[in-house]
Nanobody, 125 residues
Framework: QGQPVESGGGLVQAGDSLRLSCLAS?????????MGWFRQAPGKEREFVSA????????DYADAVKGRFAISRDGAKNTMSLQMNDLKPEDSAVYFC?????????????????WGQGTQVTVSS
């Protein structure tokens, strides 16, 4: 069964923007599911960044990214995106796409079942 695949990471300067994408394909993901972004910096625990409900009607953001990041999804294409604006050095981390059943807590890491390999985002000052 397939895993979600992230893309779009890279090296940017503070104040720049990046757009991350997550593709969820394969029969594992047929049906409704919650999609989320988490990140992990070296020496730190994996933390919640943003998530979107199965129908796209509910979103949530970590306080550190509110007003700068925007999450969206395209159900027809099984994709999710994270537009990251005004990036800061503290946003540097590996960003992971995660999928979970509909109705789970958007912020709860342990509720997600399927994880991508991650994409590196590095923001220089």
């Amino acid at each position: 069964q397939g895993q979600p695949v992230e893309s779009g990471g890279g090296l940017v300067q503070a104040g720049d923007s990046l757009r991350l994408s997550c593709l969820a394909s394969g029969r594992t993901f047929v049906g409704t599911y919650t999609m989320g972004w988490f990140r992990q910096a070296p020496g730190k625990e994996r933390e919640f960044v943003s998530a979107i409900s199965w129908n796209g009607k509910t979103t949530d953001y970590a306080d550190a990214v509110k007003g700068r990041f925007a999450i969206s999804r395209d159900g027809a294409k099984n994709t999710m995106s994270l537009q990251m604006n005004d990036l800061k050095p503290e946003d540097s981390a590996v960003y992971f796409c995660a999928l979970g059943p509909a109705g789970i807590s958007l912020v709860e890491l342990t509720a997600y079942r399927f994880w991508g390999q991650g994409t590196q985002v590095t923001v220089s000052s």
